[in-house]
């Protein structure tokens, strides 16, 4: 019964340290979630190279480099005498994962796996979709601790955070 009560009150206390606590506002430099509306976040496009601000997973495949962007994209490079060079971003906002077969790249969108055909590199095309697959979300957190606005659900979905001076909040973690 003890090991019962001890592991409950563990368990409590994790759950109150890594969620989202409101407490009185605060005004000042906080994080601010970024909203896109459901369809603009499952919009998926070719873009010019974009500068790495968070990279993750690599993945080679024939004359390619893909890197992960995590929750924006993958960033693609093309081997010039073994050389990585920057040649595309593909934009998929909440991608975490992807692997290659054939001509095809896979990935999700949050929490649906798309298929992407990569045949031509310079238009990319959405091939499937399946809604759903994954228990993935947005994060509701941002990077680094501290006060941050709280999300709001009814302005879409949050594809990023981002710090801004003189803003009030009331969320921290």
């Keep these: 019964m003890k090991k019962k009560i001890l592991s409950l009150c563990l368990l409590g206390m994790s759950i109150g340290l890594f969620s989202c606590n409101r407490g009185a506002p605060i005004q000042g ?37 893909f890197q992960l962007e995590s929750n924006a994209g993958i960033h693609v490079y093309k081997l010039v005498d073994q050389k990585p060079q920057p040649y595309k971003f593909i934009q998929v906002y909440g991608a975490q994962e992807l692997s290659i077969r054939g001509n095809y790249l896979y990935t999700n969108n949050f929490t649906d796996i798309v298929t992407l055909d990569i045949s031509n590199m310079d238009q990319v095309l959405v091939k499937s979709r399946v809604e759903n697959t994954f228990a993935l979300g947005t994060s509701t957190l941002p990077p680094q601790q501290g006060f941050f606005q709280c999300v709001d659900t009814t302005k879409g979905i949050v594809v990023g955070w981002e710090k801004k001076n003189n803003i009030e909040a009331t969320c921290k973690y």
């Design 29 to 65: 430099t906080v994080w601010v979630p970024k909203y896109l509306s459901k369809s603009e976040a499952r919009d998926i496009r070719s873009k010019p190279p974009q500068a790495v601000s968070s990279g993750g997973k690599i993945y080679a495949w024939q004359d390619f480099v």
